[in-house]
Structures are given as structure tokens and as C-alpha cells.
């Protein structure tokens, strides 16, 4: 099973990820469990007890890198796609990062990035 976290720091936006997730996965026929979480300390605290399969992070600035770097150096081959205000995008590249995305952006440009972890897990 798919454990897919959503680390957003408004419930609103960690409630439209969690949702677009959910959407792409059963037209997948794949029903993951999707935890939403908008304290990165309570975060850190559960993956410690169940690893992340996928992460969705979307905070601005430097808590959303801080949040990558670390979720990368606990769990090297977890998938993510990362979101933010600033361009990160080379620390993405550097982190192994799935998909980097400015944060607010359509649901296409979201769905590319389910696309990718879809079929990374498949091959």
C-alpha cells in the first residue's frame, strides 16, 4: 500500500493536494492512504513510524527546503514533489526531487507530477 503524506502549511491547500491525489489515484485503481499534515515537527515525528512511500510539500521559503533536505536524508528513495513560492529549483535537482512546481499552480502542472511518481513506481 501507497502511504502518501501532504505537508502544507494551510489546511486548505494540504485538503486540495490530498484531493487531486486521491482523484488521480483511483483513476489509477490505486486507493493510498493519504495523511495531511501542516506541523513539520508532528510530520517528522509519525514518518519516523511509518515510512512515506510519496510527500507532497508545500511550504514557502526556507521551511519547505529545510523540510526536503531532511525528509531526503531519512528516507533517500522516498518520491517527491515539492512546492513552493521560491525557486528552489536547483536544491530540488540537488535533492533528487520528483517534481518541482511553484505553489498555486494549475492542476495540470500537479497531475504531470503524480504522472511521474505513477510511473516510477511501475517501472
Not at 533536505?69 to 536547483?90: A, E, M, N, Q, T
Amino acid at each position: 500500500m501507497y502511504h502518501i503524506a501532504v505537508l502544507a502549511e494551510k489546511e486548505m491547500e494540504g485538503q486540495y493536494y490530498a484531493e487531486q491525489i486521491a482523484r488521480f489515484c483511483s483513476e489509477k485503481g490505486m486507493f493510498p492512504q493519504i495523511v495531511q499534515y501542516q506541523d513539520q515537527e508532528l510530520f517528522f515525528e509519525n514518518v519516523q513510524k511509518i515510512a512515506p512511500t510519496n510527500v507532497v510539500i508545500a511550504f514557502s521559503g526556507v521551511a519547505g527546503l529545510n523540510a526536503a533536505k531532511h525528509l531526503r536524508s531519512i528516507y533517500p528513495i522516498c518520491g517527491i514533489i515539492w512546492c513552493s513560492v521560491l525557486d528552489f529549483s536547483l536544491h530540488a535537482f540537488m535533492l533528487r526531487v520528483d517534481y518541482f512546481l511553484p505553489k498555486l499552480i494549475a492542476e495540470e502542472a500537479f497531475k504531470q507530477g503524480l504522472i511521474i511518481w505513477f510511473e516510477r513506481a511501475n517501472s
